[in-house]
């Protein structure tokens, strides 16, 4: 589903990843872990198609297609979704707008056609219950002033509208109450299946408990530094980020 | 357009009005002050953004001849694909010339709605005589101004549907249109008031309209324009407004086209409690040019005014927000707002804020603030990663940064109305779906 190979992004002359492999496969979840400012959201950010991050070396393969030649738009029709660490605000665009225009992007990329009113509300209702936001959030514009959780949910709401192939998930879980972390596994854990990919980053072992990955990597100064399965998890957890480093230092 | 010429077709035009002495004396002298001074130029700091030499070196007919029956009727017929209903109490005028067959002067008890020409000169307030200084093109207006509409309510009176006034420059081009527009409001008094202007066909002339507002203790106006001309017309308009004690006033204007567009308020607060609201919204691209000036006069104690104007400009587009506040001797607990909020959208876009205060009271709050800015790229990049393509992104922003304006405007059908042709205005014609 996802090639990453020996990524280099800087910003403004300065190198944030640093050479950075990953292959996710469809059916995988994988959890990236790893210290502030190591370069997750840059990460996220540049496999989304952010502009402000210079790409200098190495290759990102979508379904086998060079996905850092395409606009962002482009990836999101194709399945590609970030759920972002911080949600923007857009005052005076209306979320149920935003919501339905990027599914009738996304279906009419898959040659499909746009859904009705009748349609849409149908087939959001279910999701915005199982992530509990309530009807008046639709009328609402996108994001302002949401509560930090309830921008989370919200991504994820958005999650579950469009179905993608590949979600990237920055941080999702952060700033939630226990209630509402329990809510947004939950969300995740219905679009888990055998054709779709997701990539989970995480500071919180306990988000892992809830949605269990297949792999979890540490992320440390722009490399992926080790990997291993969902004990690995645990064991940053009880122990920290330094072991790790030191670990990678002296390999 | 010479001054000779400009004579000549004043001359003409005296001769062919049939009115009383003393209101061709008033036109006369109207004229003399407007040709003593000439056209305003940039060295006039009232002016000092916006040059007329476009308007004033064109040749202009400031004597339109009456709408032949067949622009009548192709009028009606767009009115009519336009969505006007017939029921709407409204006045519509061709080229500045009243449309008799086209209008409806049935308006619910206590409110008249008539052409000016039809009125006698004693139907009309005391105020339509009185001289514009300092404002050149409004006495031009006075010299040449032949009709226009009187829309008086008695005291206690209320408009039960809004009414409208309708000005369609009909696509002959070099045309000069002077309208005059009275409003004359009872105590008590509340009436809504939308003022369409819209062309037929694209053409090259000038609309030149005054409205004058007298509003007496406790009368209510709310008053909308939707200024719709295409990217070819100039426009200019004075709005002048005296209020007496607790009445209050309620604009919104909209401007969508023009090749250059100049609007002038000059408000008078002179009862203790009145209220004004300005709202603007203008869009200027392809060179064009918007001008907002206004002018407040805090008379009176315990007067409130706020005035918002938000532009969006593109490519060559220019825009102007002028706006003075004056606090008067011993008119105390004042609260003065203005804003002036402008989106760019080109790097050669431009935009002018100038706000001006005078205050000779001491128990004032004012306020001012003028934002310039272009589209946020983090709220664009979010948009993206949701599938939309940029230039939808782009009309989306832009379309909400104009809808803070629009939302305020109370009518459901209207607001509908301006935000549907403000889409279709954006650089790349955007749908209006980002409305709430
Ligand atoms: N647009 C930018 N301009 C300048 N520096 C940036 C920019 N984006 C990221 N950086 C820097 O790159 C480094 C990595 O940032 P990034 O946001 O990817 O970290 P992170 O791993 O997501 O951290 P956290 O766990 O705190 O979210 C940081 O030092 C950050 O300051
Ligand atoms: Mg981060």
């Given at each position: 589903m996802l090639t990453i190979e020996n990524l280099h992004v800087s910003v403004e002359e300065r190198e944030i990843l640093k050479g950075l492999d990953l292959s996710v496969n469809a059916g995988e979840v994988h959890a990236i872990m790893g210290p502030n400012g190591s370069g997750k959201s840059t990460l996220a950010q540049v496999l989304a198609g952010?502009?402000?991050?210079?790409?200098?070396q190495g290759r990102v393969l979508y379904r086998g297609e060079d996905?850092?030649?395409?606009?962002p738009e482009e990836r999101a029709r194709r399945g590609v979704f970030l759920a972002f660490q911080y949600p923007t605000e857009i005052p005076g665009v209306n979320n149920a707008y935003l919501l339905k225009a990027a599914l009738n992007a996304r279906r009419e990329a898959d040659g499909e056609q746009p859904v009705d009113a009748f349609e849409f509300m149908r087939l959001i209702r279910s999701r915005m219950e199982l992530m509990n936001i309530s009807k008046e959030f639709l009328n609402r514009s996108v994001n302002e002033g949401f509560s930090g959780g309830e921008k989370k949910r919200n991504e994820i709401l958005q999650m579950l509208v469009l179905e993608p192939s590949l979600a990237i998930l920055d941080e999702?879980?952060?700033?939630?109450?226990v209630d509402a972390l329990k809510i947004v596994a939950a969300g995740v854990n219905s679009l888990r299946s055998a054709d779709r990919a997701m990539v989970l980053v995480t500071h919180y072992e306990r988000l892992l408990e809830l949605i269990v990955p297949d792999h979890v990597h540490v992320l440390s100064d722009g490399r992926i530094v080790k990997s291993g399965d969902h004990e690995l998890a645990r064991e940053l957890d009880a122990r920290g980020y330094d072991w790790v480093q030191q670990e990678a230092a002296s390999a | 357009m010479n001054t000779e010429a400009l004579s000549r077709q004043f001359a003409a035009e005296l001769d062919r009005l049939p009115r009383s002495a003393e209101a061709a004396a008033r036109r006369a002298a109207a004229f003399e002050a407007f040709s003593a001074a000439g056209f305003p130029t940039r060295r006039d700091e009232q002016w000092r953004y916006t040059d007329l030499k476009p308007i004033s070196t064109a040749e202009l007919d400031f004597a339109p001849p009456p709408p032949s029956t067949e622009l009548v009727s192709r009028v009606a017929e767009s009115l009519d694909q336009a969505g006007f209903d017939e029921a709407t109490s409204r006045l519509v005028f061709i080229d500045g010339c009243y449309c008799d067959t086209l209008s409806r002067t049935t308006a619910a008890a206590g409110i008249s709605l008539a052409s000016l020409a039809s009125c006698s000169e004693a139907d009309l307030p005391v105020h339509a005589h009185a001289p514009f200084d300092g404002h050149p093109l409004a006495t031009l207006n006075a010299a040449f101004a032949r009709d226009g509409a009187l829309i008086a309510a008695e005291d206690g009176a209320r408009t039960t549907a809004p009414i409208e006034l309708v000005f369609v420059a009909g696509g002959r081009s070099g045309l000069a249109a002077h309208p005059r527009i009275v409003i004359d409001l009872g105590q008590g008094a509340e009436v809504t008031l939308i003022q369409h202007l819209l062309d037929l066909e694209p053409g090259r002339g000038w609309f030149n309209a005054v409205t004058e507002i007298v509003q007496a203790p406790g009368s209510h106006l709310t008053l909308y324009r939707l200024q719709d001309h295409g990217t070819r017309q100039f426009h200019t308009a004075l709005m002048r407004a005296e209020l007496a004690e607790d009445a209050k006033l309620n604009c919104g204007y909209f401007d969508l086209g023009g090749r250059l567009v100049r609007n002038d308020f000059d408000v008078r607060l002179?009862?203790?409690g009145a209220e004004a609201d300005l709202n603007g919204l203008f869009l200027a691209s392809s060179g064009q040019h918007t001008d907002n000036h206004i002018r407040m006069d805090?008379?009176?104690?315990?007067t409130r005014s706020a005035e918002s104007f938000r532009g969006i400009i593109g490519d060559r587009g220019h825009g102007v927000f002028n706006g003075k506040v004056v606090v008067h001797r011993d008119a105390q607990h004042i609260d003065a707002r203005q804003s002036s909020d402008n989106l760019l959208l080109a790097d050669n876009a431009e935009i002018d804020t100038k706000p001006e205060l005078e205050i000779y009271a001491d128990d004032v709050k004012c306020s001012h603030g003028a934002t310039i800015g272009e589209l946020d790229d983090d709220q664009l990049f979010y948009l993206r990663a949701r599938g939309l393509a940029d230039e939808e992104a782009r009309n989306l922003l832009t379309f909400a940064f104009a809808n803070t304006v629009l939302e305020r405007v109370a009518l459901p059908e209207l607001r509908e109305l301006v935000a549907a042709r403000v889409a279709a205005r954006l650089p790349n014609g955007a749908t209006a779906g980002g409305t709430r």
């Open positions: 952010k502009d402000n991050y210079n790409v200098t996905l850092l030649e395409m606009e999702t879980d952060s700033g939630l109450d | 002179a009862g203790p805090h008379i009176a104690p315990r």
